[in-house]
């Protein structure tokens, strides 16, 4: 097993990158085309099964320390995360204008914080006040549910949890949610941290190595899925059909990636901008709607050139501020509070015992 997959590292900037071009293409658009939405989908997606990747490979084969993952996985969240719900709610109070989709509520906001899942009215949808959170939701859910069943070994709490997501996700579909919590809870998107963790245990094993042939195949299914989920036509974007389509790319893309470590070249920008996409992920959509008006106050609306070139340079702005607050605020915090994660002399005595 590897302690760190260069191309996992990738694929995390890609996600990241196919969420900040979705929003960049959809903002100063008056309606929503399918497919720009679709890529921010996609993106999720592909985090998801990252998520899951990683959960297995860091915890390894057997039992682990339940207490100690939250912790790890504490630091690494919330930070950020409450800075920018914090940032948003500020915002929200001084400047109301600024949002479409989000009004300052405060029962919204403790519950934003505690990631417990809420139907938004304003957003339409079951979002945190920061509406990008929801995804952080569900990460926050997997966590829980992959740290009770820490005294499993890996095979066995792959299996579990995939059986436990897998039949709340068909009850969720048979007998439809009867409130916002239960669609929550039978959603089928933590699906995506289930074929994660598949792909995790084949990873700890190290022994298979995927044929040029099969590898190509992968490729192949991964790209039909990739089409058949973005064309997919549906009245919303996060559709269960179009789901299935982007989770066999992510899938793909995944495999494919880690079959070929090996033979993947080091390219640092690559790997800086895998390493802030949590940064870049969080903070992307003021970089994105602050750009963007400022573009379309002087330059004019309407011109397909214009259009394409203000998403792109957005885009890479994101990106390159992600890659700043990464540096100077996410690093620092986690250095910061890096003493919380270690164990203790009770409970390094307690793991070798």
Same mark, same amino acid.
């Given at each position: 097993?590897?302690?760190?997959?260069?191309?996992?590292?990738?694929?995390?900037?890609?996600?990241?990158?196919?969420?900040?071009?979705?929003?960049?293409?959809?903002?100063?658009?008056?309606?929503?085309?399918? $497919?720009?939405?679709? %890529?921010?989908? !996609?993106?999720?997606?592909?985090?998801?099964?990252?998520?899951?990747?990683?959960?297995?490979?860091?915890?390894?084969?057997?039992?682990?320390?339940?207490?100690?993952?939250?912790?790890?996985?504490?630091?690494?969240?919330?930070?950020?995360?409450?800075?920018?719900?914090? $940032? *948003?709610?500020?915002?929200?109070? %001084?400047?109301?204008? $600024?949002?479409?989709? #989000?009004?300052?509520?405060?029962?919204?906001?403790?519950?934003? !914080?505690?990631?417990?899942?809420?139907?938004?009215?304003?957003?339409?949808?079951? /979002?945190?006040?920061?509406?990008?959170?929801?995804?952080?939701?569900?990460?926050? @859910?997997?966590?829980?549910?992959?740290? !009770?069943? %820490?005294?499993?070994?890996? *095979?066995?709490?792959?299996?579990?949890?995939?059986?436990?997501?897998?039949? $709340?996700?068909?009850?969720?579909?048979?007998?439809?949610?009867?409130?916002?919590?239960?669609?929550? @809870? *039978?959603?089928?998107?933590?699906?995506?941290?289930?074929?994660?963790?598949?792909?995790?245990? #084949?990873?700890?094993?190290?022994? @298979?190595?995927?044929? *040029?042939? =099969? #590898?190509?195949?992968?490729?192949?299914?991964?790209?039909?899925?990739?089409? =058949?989920?973005?064309?997919?036509?549906?009245?919303?974007?996060?559709? %269960?059909?179009?789901?299935?389509?982007?989770?066999?790319?992510?899938?793909?893309?995944?495999?494919?990636?880690?079959?070929?470590?090996?033979?993947?070249?080091?390219?640092?920008?690559?790997?800086?901008?895998?390493?802030?996409?949590?940064?870049? @992920?969080?903070?992307?959509?003021?970089?994105?709607?602050?750009?963007?008006?400022?573009?379309?106050?002087?330059?004019?609306?309407?011109?397909?050139?214009?259009?394409?070139?203000?998403?792109?340079?957005?885009?890479?702005?994101?990106?390159? =501020?992600?890659?700043?607050? /990464?540096?100077?605020?996410?690093?620092?915090?986690?250095?910061?509070?890096?003493?919380?994660?270690?164990?203790?002399?009770?409970?390094?005595?307690?793991?070798?015992?």
């Amino acid at each position: 097993m590897m302690d760190r997959y260069r191309s996992i590292q990738y694929l995390r900037g890609v996600a990241a990158t196919l969420v900040v071009a979705s929003h960049a293409f959809l903002y100063p658009l008056t309606d929503e085309p399918m $497919l720009y939405g679709r %890529w921010g989908w !996609l993106g999720v997606i592909l985090f998801f099964v990252i998520s899951g990747f990683i959960m297995v490979t860091v915890t390894g084969n057997g039992r682990f320390d339940g207490g100690l993952f939250i912790r790890r996985r504490a630091i690494r969240v919330i930070p950020l995360y409450w800075a920018v719900t914090l $940032l *948003t709610a500020v915002l929200a109070l %001084w400047a109301p204008s $600024l949002f479409k989709t #989000m009004t300052f509520d405060f029962s919204q906001l403790w519950r934003s !914080l505690l990631f417990v899942p809420f139907f938004n009215e304003t957003s339409g949808g079951i /979002h945190p006040i920061y509406k990008l959170g929801w995804t952080l939701n569900y990460e926050v @859910y997997f966590y829980l549910c992959f740290a !009770l069943l %820490w005294f499993l070994g890996s *095979t066995s709490r792959v299996v579990t949890l995939t059986v436990i997501f897998a039949g $709340l996700a068909t009850f969720g579909f048979v007998a439809g949610p009867t409130t916002d919590l239960s669609a929550f @809870y *039978t959603s089928y998107i933590p699906l995506a941290f289930c074929a994660g963790m598949g792909l995790g245990l #084949m990873a700890l094993d190290g022994s @298979y190595r995927a044929s *040029t042939g =099969f #590898m190509i195949a992968v490729g192949v299914v991964g790209g039909a899925g990739l089409v =058949f989920g973005l064309a997919w036509p549906a009245s919303r974007v996060e559709d %269960w059909t179009a789901f299935i389509g982007c989770l066999a790319f992510a899938v793909a893309v995944v495999f494919i990636g880690v079959q070929s470590e090996r033979a993947l070249p080091k390219v640092a920008l690559l790997e800086r901008v895998g390493d802030a996409s949590y940064s870049t @992920y969080l903070f992307h959509i003021y970089v994105v709607g602050a750009l963007s008006w400022l573009a379309y106050t002087v330059l004019p609306s309407g011109n397909g050139v214009v259009y394409v070139t203000v998403a792109i340079t957005t885009i890479v702005c994101a990106t390159a =501020f992600g890659l700043l607050l /990464h540096k100077s605020l996410e690093l620092p915090v986690g250095r910061c509070l890096a003493p919380l994660s270690a164990r203790s002399p009770r409970e390094t005595s307690a793991a070798k015992a």
